[in-house]
């Protein structure tokens, strides 16, 4: 048999980053909303473990025991003294290195189907602690909704979300690398005094209201000038997607994808049209969130 699990990408619609802790790390308040771009990972019994991908950059995800996938499998069958014997194939449509979790997605959908597979009945606890030793962003890829995520992102806290918000998603034309944000943002805050990461108030309650308005007032990223230090063109991205009627712009994580809150589908999808008119970026998509997080689809 084969188990396969849809798995959602993710924009942060607040990242407030501490300064970097002793372990390298730095404390987070990360405002999570999961969207509807999905990547899906089929996990079939093999000989070996091995893993394949296909979709839109599958050239760049790497296949060997490095992908978060395989590490999840991997992970998961030490725990349960299985062998980890499986094939993962993972059909990418989350955009790779933008900012949006791809990897980490993929992580927590292949740790779910494995657990699905091999019926080894773990806990959501145990799932989620599995996650965390994984990566920061792969405990909300497992969860989705909506979550305020502290420490180093994988302390969720759920958050109510009182309707659904349009988005657009600007892919630019190369990748970033999320370490390599993070010391570009202790290069811009050296010898400044950073403050303790805290969640906006306003924010919280505006996802709780459902209000875009409010929504695009609160949005915020602290690692944007990071982003747009090493990847500039990103400020004609966020320019166009303003000037198309976006409520709000911001690049989201640690980037390079840029994401554009819109009032309605319908405006989404002007600000779309625009986008793709401007020459700016290599491909837009639209979505909406909140949706859920993996979800076992096929079995």
Known sequence: ????????????????VGAARPDGFHDLANVFLAVGLHDEVTVTPAEELRVTCEGPDATQVPLDRTNLAARAAIALAERHGLDPAVHLHIAKDI???????????????????????????????????ICAELGSDVPFSLVGGAALGTGRGEKLRPLDVGGTFSWVFAM????????????????????????????????????????????A?????????????????????????????????????????TAFLARDPGS???IADALRASGTCRAVRTASGPVPGATVIGA
């Open 95 to 129: 955009p790779v290195a933008g900012g949006m979790a791809g990897g980490s997605a993929d992580g927590a959908g292949a740790l779910l189907a494995c657990d699905a597979l091999w019926g080894t009945g773990a806990s959501r606890a145990e799932l989620l602690d």
């Open 1 to 16: 048999m084969s188990v396969t699990v849809r798995v959602p990408a993710k924009v942060n619609v607040q990242l407030a």
């Open 268 to 270: 989404a999808a002007k």
């Open 172 to 215: 630019a034309e190369r990748g970033l690398s999320t370490p390599a944000v993070f010391r570009e943002f202790d290069r811009l805050t050296a010898g400044l005094d950073v403050p303790e990461p805290v969640a906006s108030e306003a924010l919280l309650d505006a996802l709780a209201e459902g209000d875009p308005d409010a929504l």
């Open 217 to 257: 007032a609160a949005v915020s990223n602290d690692l944007q000038p990071a982003a747009l230090s090493l990847f500039p063109e990103l400020s004609d991205t966020l320019a166009a997607g303003s000037a198309a009627g976006a409520l709000a712009g911001l690049v989201s994580g640690s980037g390079p994808t």
